[in-house]
């Protein structure tokens, strides 16, 4: 739904506010405050919702990500992360209060992307395994995403994301038994920052649009993104960046 540039210069902390707009519900406010090591790898997280607090550690080994330890109330929800030797994760694993309870395990081709993903839920007793496979045209810059069951019977539903030459994804479909159901197009500056997004009905008809303005501080680091959700401001957020 959004994709941002990476920070520049070095950050020791960005206090986040986020104010969200509906015309059918009281304003949403959400805050988060980030810490980040001399290398803006996070450190620390802590998020306060409308209803509870949310805080996260983060524990790196050779430079990776290696877990990160979630604490919400009592609940202690705890992710694990192994890589293969080009650094990419291939297994997810997440437990709470120290039992498993989803695991994610990731092929990927010689691009670095991922060709296959299994999604593993140990606590349900039914759907407890799904599949994802991926199908790439690299001269169209294509993929194709087609989920399986644990039965290997693939879902009458599938996704298609189209690429610019930079990666960045220009247009997306959805099918339902080969046909559209919606679609949506995007556009980015320069710096990756995602610009306008608009999402369209099976018929091709205009369903909703989405613009994003942002404002710089003196390091070219965004301290102010506004959405607005066909015309409307629809959320706001400020970045109080803290830097080394």
């Known amino acids: 739904m959004d994709s941002?540039?990476?920070?520049?210069?070095?950050v020791k902390k960005m206090n986040i506010n986020i104010l969200r707009y509906s015309e059918y519900e009281n304003l949403n406010k959400e805050n988060q405050v980030i810490y980040y090591?001399?290398?803006?790898?996070?450190?620390?997280e802590t998020i306060n919702h409308p209803n509870f607090k949310e805080e996260t550690v983060f524990n790196y080994e050779n430079k990776l990500l290696k877990s990160s330890l979630t604490k919400i109330g009592e609940r202690l929800m705890k992710s694990e992360y192994k890589y293969d030797s080009n650094k990419n994760i291939i297994e997810l694993n997440q437990f709470e209060n120290d039992t498993l309870y989803f695991s994610k395990i990731t092929k990927f081709d010689k691009n670095n992307n991922p060709l296959k993903s299994i999604y593993l839920h140990p606590n349900h007793k039914i759907n407890n395994k799904k599949i994802e496979i991926f199908t790439y045209n690299y001269k169209k810059n294509e993929v194709v995403i087609q989920r399986f069951n644990e039965f290997n019977k693939p879902n009458n539903h599938y996704l298609k994301f189209y690429f610019d030459k930079n990666g960045f994804t220009l247009k997306t479909a959805s099918f339902r038994n080969n046909s559209i159901i919606y679609s949506s197009k995007t556009a980015y500056d320069k710096d990756g920052n995602l610009t306008k997004r608009i999402n369209f009905n099976k018929d091709k008809e205009v369903k909703e649009s989405m613009e994003y303005m942002n404002k710089y501080d003196e390091k070219g680091n965004i301290i102010l993104r506004e959405v607005f959700l066909n015309g409307k401001l629809y959320e706001k957020t400020t970045y109080d960046i803290t830097y080394y």
């Open 37 to 44: 090591d001399k290398k803006n790898k996070i450190i620390k």
């Open 4 to 10: 941002t540039q990476d920070l520049l210069g070095k």
